[in-house]
């Protein structure tokens, strides 16, 4: 992630590294330091409105204030705040988790349950998206679960009937509001709007690989992270699929062939985390 002032920061599985263009400094969890990171193991990263950089670890959530330069990890009852993934509203940043959902409000300076309505599925979201301003109504993906409507205001959650498919690596709603769906070693569904299957992209005839982990859309064409066939590029206007591959003994080609995620900068620059390769 690059925040707002060109800062590059990445999360991995042991801790996080912030990149300010000149040196790297690497940030861990330290034991009898309660504004150190929550946790090694970085699930995600989000900048708000307000310029905090958040900071989303397995065990823990924290932001980074960056006039005191320590984290400020969030609880609520004395318990830490587990969440998976986030998105951004006008009036916060709100988080997904097994245990629901959590928002940090702009106005209140604080982080608090959103509401629920019935017994909550056990879910682990992984993505999420805004789909509907008017009845802020989310989409969100669970690994294992499928995908879920969640209504913000009502804590209302009900699983998507369009598609039965429940292991989704991952998920992308697009500019065109098309729903992207990732299945474990099914390659990727799109479906409209109002749920019509519009494309299925699988490997071997339109994909390098079956497995996708990250999606982001750039200049008309869906970029996918796979694991093990590098890195495909959907174009929407002809259909048609590139790949760009890790090759032997070329320096500027990818350094492998599974990538874990993709990220655009605000330079249009695309960013690829890979499996083991940097």
């Known amino acids: 992630m690059v925040d707002d002032r060109g800062v590059i920061w990445i999360g991995t599985r042991f801790g996080l590294n912030r990149f300010d263009r000149e040196k790297v400094t690497v940030y861990q969890e330290e034991k009898d330091n309660p504004h150190s990171l929550p946790y090694n193991d970085i699930v995600f990263l989000e900048e708000d409105a307000e310029r905090h950089i958040w900071v989303g670890t397995s065990r823990g959530l924290a932001y980074f204030d960056r006039d005191t ?29 097994k245990k629901g959902g959590f928002c940090y409000s702009y ?17 682990l979201p992984n993505y999420a998206f805004l789909y509907n301003k008017e009845d802020r109504k989310v989409l969100f993906s669970s690994l294992g679960s499928g995908l879920w409507w969640y209504y913000l205001d009502t804590g209302e959650i009900e699983q998507v009937s369009f598609i039965q498919e429940k292991n989704i690596s991952s998920m992308y709603l697009d500019s065109q509001q098309r729903i992207w ?30 497995i996708v982990q990250d999606m982001r859309e750039k200049d008309g064409e869906l970029w996918l992270a796979t694991d093990g066939g590098g890195i495909n590029i959907y174009n929407y206007k002809n259909k048609s699929v590139k ?34 390769g940097g």
């Open 69 to 97: 330069q320590k984290f400020i990890c969030q609880e609520i009852d004395g318990e830490p705040v587990v969440v998976t993934c986030c998105f951004l509203m006008p009036d916060g940043i709100y988080f997904l988790g």
């Open 107 to 123: 106005a209140e300076k604080r982080i608090f349950k959103c509401p629920e309505k019935g017994q909550l599925p056990d879910l």
């Open 181 to 210: 769906v990732a299945v474990y070693n099914k390659g990727v569904y799109c479906y409209s709007y109002d749920g019509e299957l519009l494309e299925h992209l699988e490997a071997p005839d339109r994909l390098t690989h079956n």
């Open 243 to 276: 790949a760009i591959m890790h090759l032997p003994g070329d320096h500027h080609s990818l350094p492998v062939n599974s990538f874990a995620s993709l990220y655009i900068d605000d330079e249009d620059n695309i960013w690829a985390g890979s499996i083991r």
